[in-house]
């Protein structure tokens, strides 16, 4: 190279209203051989929103191929110190053929003064062992330590997945943190209740209440019309927010006290017990992660939490039915298993105190272990563990990007002194910790892929199974996508077992998540077990969440249907309970509204909603990648079409996995 060389770089700011900024922008090229001093890029021009401007830089020294762009601001006194978005830098060597191509440094991202030298590069995602120049190996190894100072593990609650260690949103700075913009959420007929710290009258009343907040919602509506009838309780048990408990059972559990005889009235005629067990008709309800554990105090009140188990049987009109109920987990007189003959008020109370179980499992398990907590552990350690050039590093962060900031947000406030699980929530602040170690304790691997769930729960194959069907389709699809991005970076399965990022990546995962025994890949040895690793992460921030999330006020509106405390212990006598007695038993008003407006903001997706596949990110509009893109929306395109069709259909359609509904990380 000549001692002398002139390029004619062209920085782009970003187009959005806020991209632009008062402050000074020095930039230098790095080369192989040398650098270039810093030069002013906006003496003459202002970094405006949408604009370019474009300096000259001279090398008066050996340079080599320019291999980084060094970028750093500075505020101007007098001026504020707003942050700049970098959309792209444009480098040009000058040369006597006028037409030589542009290297194109992608930054796509936010800058800071507080910052200081920030420096982007060019060329392809690759992986560590492709890398053929010596200062992109460093770049990416002091991006990495970088990192791993300013992205610390924290300890949340012992034995579950650990969280990033901040204190506050600010120090996520602007590139993971995100503005939710909600829609107007119509909260006028749940408010003015937080001084009726007393029970509901009677039914009517909450009727009256339900007639002006669910009026509007057909799927709440429907809920309320049928929350007492049997079949309607399994059908949630597929279909509702949380269709992740349910399973087949060969067995009966040991300490279910029931026998064939007393359950011969509830199979068909000529059946038994041992018959419909070894034929796969016989499902499990077991919400023994709640066993002795003391609820929370509200409105100065005890409640009680109680951990069911129930058996349900597959009829032959292909429903999922409750055959047998018993509240406790261990056996004894005080402890009776009731049946679908006993009195109605017996049954439906038995029915509502696994609704109550139900709610407390769905929110802290089926929802923040298994979505939230999943999404910011993938997050910490994608970002201490990937660089920002490694393929999973730009194939993951556009799912899990938002997982710190509403994790942190959900810390400081539902889960916090004063917050909706403190003052509404059966489960109170003393009993999160221990439900949140029991659940991670037993979780497993198998269970976190839809596939291997669904069958190890034998609910793949059920008529009515309406998640189980969308859900395998929606997974199939996303691991379509994941198996061709990881073709495309990795030629064989020897690369996969070399990439030492990948290999500290899952370290990472499994030394803050769960235990050894989960079945969670301890190491990497082939493109399958990459793709379907990262299939489940994906899955879990994006199709999981929705399901689990945006479906849980349309069945909680009505709220017998889903109690999140239980005001008196459970029952251990039967006929004993009349209908006024039911009402004693359901959480106050002013919790149940304060739940319920909790729920309803969850529930809604922003206004700046991103569906599932859909990025803005610069890099999965080029090439091969932009091919796989567009591959994986024509086919989640298709899939929610047919769910449309199919849901024209049903009385109560199943939406909660159509993929226009689906947001592509977990924002709320």
């Known amino acids: 190279m000549g001692s002398c060389q002139e390029f004619e770089v062209t920085v782009h700011t970003s187009p959005g209203t806020t991209c632009g900024t008062y402050s000074r922008l020095y930039l230098s090229l790095i080369g192989s051989q040398g650098e270039t001093p810093p030069v002013t890029v906006n003496d003459k021009h202002h970094l405006l929103a949408g604009s370019t401007c474009l300096v000259l830089v001279r090398a008066n020294g050996p340079l080599g191929p320019v291999v980084l762009v060094r970028l750093r601001l500075e505020a101007q006194i007098g001026f504020p110190n707003v942050d700049w978005h970098c959309n792209r830098v444009e480098v040009r060597q000058?040369?006597?053929?006028e037409d030589s191509e542009a290297q194109v440094f992608l930054c796509d991202k936010w800058l800071r003064t507080s910052d200081g030298d920030v420096e982007l590069r060019s060329g392809k995602l690759c992986l560590l062992a492709e890398e053929t120049e010596e200062q992109l190996k460093q770049h990416r190894l002091s991006q990495l330590q970088h990192q791993q100072e300013v992205i610390r593990w924290r300890l949340f609650v012992e034995g579950a997945p650990q969280c990033v260690d901040l204190k506050s949103l600010a120090e996520l700075g602007p590139n993971l943190s995100y503005t939710h913009q909600s829609p107007a959420i119509n909260m006028h007929y749940l408010r003015g209740f937080a001084g009726r710290a007393e029970p509901w009258t009677s039914f009517s009343e909450m009727e009256t209440v339900f007639a002006h907040t669910g009026?509007?919602?057909?799927?709440?509506?429907?809920?309320?019309?049928?929350?007492?009838?049997?079949w309607y309780f399994g059908y949630q048990c597929l279909n509702g927010c949380n269709p992740l408990?349910?399973?087949?059972?060969?067995?009966?559990?040991?300490?279910?006290a029931v026998t064939s005889h007393m359950l011969r009235p509830f199979l068909p005629a000529g059946s038994s017990l041992e018959e419909e067990l070894q034929n796969g008709k016989i499902y499990l309800l077991d919400y023994k992660l709640l066993d002795g554990l003391e609820g929370n105090q509200?409105?100065?009140?005890?409640?009680?939490?109680?951990?069911?188990?129930?058996?349900?049987?597959?009829?032959r009109q292909g429903q999922v039915v409750p055959i047998a109920i018993q509240l406790q987990q261990t056996p004894g007189p005080e402890n009776p298993v009731f049946l679908p003959s006993d009195s109605s008020c017996d049954w439906l109370l038995a029915k509502i105190w696994v609704h109550s179980a139900d709610f407390q499992g769905h929110q802290l398990v089926s929802h923040y272990l298994r979505t939230h907590m999943m999404a910011e552990l993938c997050c910490v350690a994608t970002l201490r563990?990937?660089?920002?050039?490694?393929?999973?590093?730009?194939?993951?962060?556009?799912?899990?990007?938002?997982?710190m900031q509403i994790n942190l947000q959900a810390r400081a406030s539902l889960?916090?002194?004063?917050?909706?699980?403190?003052?509404?929530?059966?489960s109170g602040l003393k009993t999160i910790p221990e439900i949140l170690r029991r659940a991670s304790a037993t979780i497993q691997y198998r269970s976190m892929c839809v596939p291997d769930d669904l069958s190890d729960r034998g609910v793949d194959n059920l008529p009515h199974s309406f998640y189980a069907q969308d859900a395998?389709?929606?997974?199939?699809?996303?691991?379509?996508?994941?198996?061709?991005?990881?073709?495309?970076?990795?030629?064989?399965?020897?690369?996969?077992?070399?990439?030492?990022?990948?290999?500290?990546?899952?370290?990472?995962?499994?030394?803050?998540?769960?235990t050894q025994n989960s079945g969670f890949p301890q190491r990497f040895q082939t493109k399958a077990e990459v793709s379907q690793c990262l299939t489940m992460f994906i899955y879990s921030c994006s199709a999981l969440h929705a399901a689990v999330n945006f479906s849980q006020l349309d069945f909680a509106l009505w709220m017998p249907n889903c109690p999140p405390a239980m005001l008196r212990p459970p029952p251990q006598v039967k006929g004993a309970v009349t209908d006024q007695d039911i009402l004693s038993y359901l959480p106050d008003i002013n919790s149940t509204q304060r739940v319920l407006m909790t729920l309803k903001m969850l529930s809604q997706p922003g206004v700046d909603f991103i569906p599932l596949c859909h990025y803005r990110e610069a890099i999965f509009r080029a090439g091969a990648h932009r091919r796989l893109v567009e591959e994986v929306q024509a086919e989640l395109k298709a899939i929610n079409d047919?769910?449309?069709?199919?849901?024209?259909?049903?009385?109560?359609?199943?939406?909660?996995?159509?993929?226009?509904g689906i947001e592509n990380s977990v924002a709320i």
């Not at 000058?94 to 053929?97: L, P």
């Not at 009026?215 to 049997?230: I, L, M």
């Not at 509200?298 to 009829?315: D, E, F, M, R, W």
């Not at 069709?645 to 226009?660: G, I, K, Q």
């Open 298 to 315: 509200i409105n100065g009140k005890q409640t009680y939490l109680s951990a069911p188990v129930c058996l349900l049987h597959l009829n």
């Open 245 to 256: 408990l349910l399973r087949r059972t060969h067995t009966v559990p040991p300490n279910l």
């Open 94 to 97: 000058r040369t006597i053929a």
């Open 472 to 514: 395998l389709r929606v997974w199939e699809a996303l691991h379509r996508f994941v198996l061709g991005w990881v073709h495309l970076f990795y030629r064989g399965d020897e690369d996969v077992q070399n990439d030492s990022e990948l290999q500290n990546w899952i370290t990472d995962i499994n030394t803050h998540g769960f």
């Open 642 to 660: 047919d769910i449309t069709e199919r849901n024209r259909h049903l009385e109560l359609p199943y939406t909660y996995l159509s993929p226009s």
């Open 415 to 426: 889960l916090a002194v004063n917050g909706v699980f403190d003052q509404a929530v059966g």
């Open 385 to 403: 563990q990937f660089p920002e050039h490694h393929p999973l590093h730009q194939l993951l962060m556009p799912h899990i990007r938002t997982s």
């Open 215 to 230: 009026h509007q919602n057909s799927a709440a509506r429907f809920v309320k019309a049928h929350w007492k009838e049997d």
